[in-house]
């Protein structure tokens, strides 16, 4: 079933197996949505969901289901707690807290990235920074790179070919 600007209501007079929504209608109505047994939620754009005390964060976090799925481009736009807040939403306390991440993600990471920063900040930082790409995320990201979709998408370049007369 697809609700597009429409009360959730109908959705309860009209059971379905899905609901394709809008993130503002999803948030209105959360109230009717968060008491429906939900196996899965699957979110687009979920780097909205990135600031913690956000409504819309908050709302979705209201979502009592199996599994929770987001997808996204660009899961760090502004700072590495976004990440956490995705991360946390998608699998509610397998992270820790945001207080652990900010002390064993967020602090190194900065503390290495700055300017200033001393061989002992940055080699900390690249030791997280490769724990982080290696062994967390790769659980929690599918990525798809450009060697993955190759195959699967046009040559961004077309040849031209001249003919000589």
């Given at each position: 079933m697809l609700v597009r600007g429409i009360s959730f209501t109908r959705v309860l007079i009209y059971p379905s197996h899905l609901v394709v929504t809008t993130f503002d209608l999803a948030r209105r109505d959360i109230d009717i949505l968060d008491d429906l047994p939900w196996s899965c939620v699957i979110v687009d754009e979920v780097?909205?969901?990135?600031?913690?005390?956000?409504?819309?964060?908050?709302?979705?976090?209201?979502?009592?289901c199996l599994r929770r799925f987001g997808l996204t481009g660009t899961a760090i736009q502004n700072s590495y707690k976004e990440m956490w807040t995705i991360l946390d939403w998608t699998n509610p306390g397998r992270l820790?807290?945001?207080?652990?991440?900010?002390?064993?993600?967020?602090k190194p990471l900065t503390a290495g990235q700055s300017a200033g920063a001393s061989e002992e900040e940055r080699a900390k930082a690249l030791i997280v920074?490769?724990?982080?790409?290696?062994?967390?995320?790769?659980?929690?990201?599918?990525?798809?790179?450009?060697?993955?979709?190759?195959?699967q998408v046009g040559s961004a370049i077309q040849p031209t070919k001249f003919n000589h007369c």
């Open positions: 780097h909205r969901v990135k600031n913690e005390s956000a409504k819309i964060t908050l709302a979705y976090h209201q979502f009592r820790g807290t945001k207080g652990q991440w900010h002390g064993f993600v967020v920074a490769l724990v982080l790409r290696d062994k967390l995320l790769p659980d929690f990201f599918l990525r798809r790179t450009k060697d993955i979709i190759k195959d």
